[in-house]
């Protein structure tokens, strides 16, 4: 299951129509956000943020599908796979970034914070650089062991 399909399910669950979670996310039409459900309308980092936000979902990984075990040929796996996950993961890590310094710069101006929601924002940072660093791992180390297969060959080869 895709993770617009998870949504669509959560949501559902949750009793939020499209039209309520299209004003929550500040789109002008309930179809604007069931461009997103439907898979015709790529879901940013940001918006899955707010979504999760909105559907309290309390672990990403109830909502991202398993990444896909390609079959391709090693090399261009290699190059396609591991520059997609290193660009992921930089993308990913800039939002949070952006989003950390605008909390940090509200905070230094003496603006009023919702201790709650403030809480609440730093965990679900927490969370999501959770899921950065395991990732990270994750494809590092596919990284390193197709690289191994490219360099040397596969292993009990020699």
Not at 10 to 31: G, H, I, N, P
Not at 50 to 58: F, P, S, W, Y
Not at 64 to 72: D, G, I
Not at 74 to 101: P, Q, S, V
Request: contains cysteine; proline residues 3%.
């Amino acid at each position: 299951m895709k993770a617009n399909e998870r949504i669509l399910a959560l949501r559902k669950a949750k009793k939020y129509s499209q039209k309520d979670m299209a004003v929550l996310l500040k789109y002008k039409s309930a179809s604007g956000y069931g461009q997103i459900e439907s898979g015709k309308y790529p879901l940013t980092v940001e918006k899955f943020i707010e979504i999760c936000k909105i559907l309290e979902v309390e672990s990403y990984d109830s909502l991202l599908p398993p990444l896909p075990n390609a079959k391709s040929e090693i090399e261009e796996d290699l190059l396609i796979n591991g520059r997609a996950a290193f660009n992921l993961i930089r993308t990913h890590g800039t939002y949070l970034r952006k989003e950390i310094e605008g909390l940090i710069d509200r905070l230094n101006a003496g603006e009023s914070v919702d201790k709650d929601k403030l809480i609440g924002d730093l965990e679900l940072f927490v969370s999501f650089l959770h899921i950065i660093n395991s990732e990270s791992f994750k494809h590092s180390a596919k990284f390193n062991d197709r690289l191994e297969v490219i360099l040397h060959g596969p292993v009990g080869e020699g």
